[in-house]
């Protein structure tokens, strides 16, 4: 059974709202993310969790990833950020088409993070789940709810997404290229929206992201989180009625 939206046939896509009418949105951005993973990694991560919690309810149908987010480290190698308007019109407009098509219950899952992303989506899913009460919206980043070894699994391009993607997505991870920065690689300047214009400095937080990644610690850290998000789509459903 494919969960993927853009491979449905119309017969199947009407199965799937009839059967479970819930919709998972993997957001995130095309962003710097040192030089051992892939620019897209914040969605195509959302996209491989979505995947998988649709398999674990059984049901839902997983859009495909969404490259448009909040900045971001608007400066570096390769990375896209948008504005607040723009991403509010987005997210407007296909919650609408979704409610349109069916939707009950709408999961907005960003695995990219950052007060300027998560103060967006937190307040758009606020705002619309007020003016749409007949659709439960559920907006969050991966790692909410979630500890692995009491700590949260979040950060940028360190041992916990280093490790899911090493799960998820192993093809695309180049430990031979990893190399600790002394500085960003800032090759724009003035780029439209950037944040983080405060610091120019990079860290791993005091991890040794060679050493402390690794696939067994992805596989726990997804574990967890389709465990989290399979718990509250179902609740979401319940209350629904």
Known sequence: MSFRYEEMSPDQFL???DRM???????????????HLPLGLDALKAHALCLRVAERLGGGIVLPPN????????RYAGTLTFSDALLTLLFS????????VGARV???????YGPCQMDFL????????????????I???EYEGVEIDGQIPWDHAGKWETSMMLH???????????REPTTIPKLYSNPPHDYYRETNEWTWWGQDVPRDSSAELGRRCVEAIVERMVLEIRAALAVGG
């Open 15 to 17: 199965g799937a709202v």
């Open 21 to 35: 009418p819930v919709f998972l949105v993997p957001t995130g951005l095309l962003e710097w993310h040192a030089d």
């Open 67 to 74: 490259y448009y987010g909040r900045p971001g480290y608007s």
């Open 93 to 100: 407009e296909l919650c609408d088409q979704l409610r349109k």
């Open 106 to 112: 709408i999961v907005l899952l960003t695995g990219h």
């Open 122 to 137: 937190k307040h758009f899913a606020e705002v619309y789940a007020r003016e749409h009460p007949d659709v439960k919206l």
């Open 139 to 141: 907006a969050q980043a």
């Open 168 to 178: 998820l997505r192993p093809e695309l991870v180049r430990m031979e290229s990893f």
